[in-house]
T-cell receptor
Framework: GAGVSQSPRYKVAKRGRDVALRCDSI?????LYWYRQTLGQGSEVLTY????????KSGRPSGRFSAERPERSVSTLKIQRTEQGDSAVYLC?????????????FGSGTRLTVV | QKEVEQDPGPLSVPEGAIVSLNCTYS??????FMWYRQYSRKGPELLMY????GNKEDGRFTAQVDKSSKYISLFIRDSQPSDSATYLC??????????FGDGTTLTVKP
């Protein structure tokens, strides 16, 4: 397809369990973000990877978040030992490398609820 | 202090009003300035993109950048109920890495 797709659309996880969220980005795009939106805390970047399939830059809030990119257009966000504060919408976004292509295309997100 | 600060809102305006959405930033290396619109239960979509100081107009939308003040704005003229959404500013360095504002939720009442 032409867009970024994420799966699953909704995920419920028991506290303490690990979860994996998938993103299929646009073929040819080299930069990929995982981004979290919560009502109380706004938006924050979790991981960011560029070009190198295996490299990711884990951001806040802790090392519980990591991203793997087994193929350039596929990324999996892994959350270890989920906490209730991880309940949020997780967005994947990708972009190309041209200077005028720095806008990101977002998926519709995965809504994670930790119970 | 965050690198990008966005007026938090929420904003509620009557149909036809002019809306002003604002962000400030601290990093002089930022060169590219974007506004995204996000409807409920959807991912953000790129609305406007600019890389120079001044105004850029697209229909009812005007993006304004003041690099000397490190201040960007999005103006919406003749606002419509369909403009009700969350608006996110995003600013890039030359390397392409985006830093996002937290978003401002706008409601336009008919």
């Amino acid at each position: 397809g032409a867009g970024v797709s994420q799966s699953p659309r909704y995920k419920v996880a028991k506290r303490g369990r690990d979860v994996a969220l998938r993103c299929d980005s646009i073929s040819g795009h080299v930069t990929l973000y995982w981004y979290r939106q919560t009502l109380g805390q706004g938006s924050e970047v979790l991981t960011y990877s560029q070009s190198d399939a295996q490299r990711d830059k884990s951001g806040r809030p802790s090392g519980r978040f990591s991203a793997e990119r087994p193929e350039r257009s596929v990324s999996t966000l892994k959350i270890q030992r989920t906490e209730q504060g991880d309940s949020a919408v997780y967005l994947c976004a990708s972009s190309g490398q041209r200077w005028d292509d720095y806008g990101y295309t977002f998926g519709s997100g995965t809504r994670l609820t930790v119970v | 202090q965050k690198e990008v600060e966005q007026d938090p809102g929420p904003l509620s305006v009557p149909e036809g009003a002019i809306v002003s959405l604002n962000c400030t930033y601290s990093n002089s290396a930022f060169q590219y300035f974007m506004w995204y619109r996000q409807y409920s239960r959807k991912g953000p979509e790129l609305l406007m993109y600019t890389y120079s100081s001044g105004n850029k107009e697209d229909g009812r939308f005007t993006a304004q950048v003041d690099k000397s003040s490190k201040y960007i704005s999005l103006f919406i003229r003749d606002s419509q109920p369909s403009d009700s959404a969350t608006y996110l500013c995003a600013i890039n360095t030359n390397a392409g890495k985006s830093t996002f504002g937290d978003g401002t939720t706008l409601t336009v009442k008919p």
